[in-house]
């Protein structure tokens, strides 16, 4: 069995069948989580599935799992990831470690290889967080992390739910969720970053992924002309959201580290060249692996808001829009992942991820790792997002070699 090996033809076409659906132009796609396209993707995984000869369950939450039996019935071995995208996505992220699954489990039909215990492979629904919040919605309800009332009543901008969107595209399962019995996780994903491309490595066995923060501000002021009013009776909340952004950046320059931080978002009101705004909502997403900085970084954010708000006689209301903890996966299957790429030939490096992934909340019930492959670049949620065939190959046969063992 060490010497089977995943087809590349029979994964790229794949990859490229599923990169059909909601193709934008650039290369890129555009599956929103319940949309209409991430309907059609759907459906297209799962006809893929019962041609593999998986048993296809959904849960109340729309994940979708596709089981192959083992010789037992026993907890079975678990591998996926998503396929919503982010409105400028790429076709990897994602998609390839949910198909990179499909392919496994053809190998293993064509092998004529009985696993002792069953393989699932599964796709999470709203992983990318890009239509509702919180990101990872979908695993994170799966494994009991929120209640499943209050993922289904989440809306989008246009005030649609989940549960609402749910069911108009057919993916309102009758699997429960909260309680997963599973033997094992492994997620096989780009990596979305620079490091594997810049050091020219091939497999990155990931041992730990930060945690995240989501914060949004809304600053209010009072709209006045902008070249009547003095700038010292001004109340001014973009000001207000212009100082927040450069602290962001000087914080995470002066924590140093493995410290990050952003502003994403910046909505001005009544947004006219010539008003002064009476409102700015601010999002601000700051990240470490270290649980104790990260809530330092949260603290200082917070605190410069309301002193910087005060001082611009503004008011300033925080909202908690995700909060995830820095992950340390098992050390036994990062071990597991790095010696079967040695074992194929492959350079490899332990490492951190710098995104959130469903691995990130399946390590609640059940001992995970990830398995990264190069990002051309490091550019990914861009329609330029790429990853050579080789190295998809590549994480695939270390994804194979991986799942025959632990499923074993």
Known sequence: MTNLRIDIGRLMSRLDGLAQIGAIEGGGNARLALSDEDKDGRDLVIAWMRELGLAVTVDAIGNVFGRRKGRKD???LMTGSHIDTVRTGGRYDGNYGVLAGLEVIEVLNRAGIETERPISVAFFTNEEGARFHPDMMGSLTYVGGIPLD???TATDRDGKSVGEELRRIGYAGPAPVGKPDLHRFVELHIEQGPVLDREGITIGAVDTLQGI????FTIKGTSN???TTPMRLRNDAGYV???ITGFVRRMAKEIGGDQVGTVGSVKLFPDLINVIP???VVTVDVRNTDEAKLKDAEARVAAFAEETAKAEGCSVEAKRLARFEPVIFDAGMAALIERTAKGLGFSVKRMTSGAGHDAQMMQRVAPTAMIFVPSVGG???NVREFTKPEDLEAGANVL?????ELSQ
């Not at 194979?400 to 025959?404: I, K, P, S």
Request: negative net charge; without cysteine.
């Open 74 to 76: 026993l907890p079975p």
């Open 379 to 381: 550019i990914s949620h």
């Open 225 to 227: 002309h902008a070249g």
């Open 400 to 404: 194979l070699q991986v799942m025959l």
């Open 150 to 152: 209050e993922a289904l």
């Open 213 to 216: 923060s989501w914060t949004e």
């Open 241 to 243: 959201a212009a100082e």
């Open 278 to 280: 009476n409102k700015a």
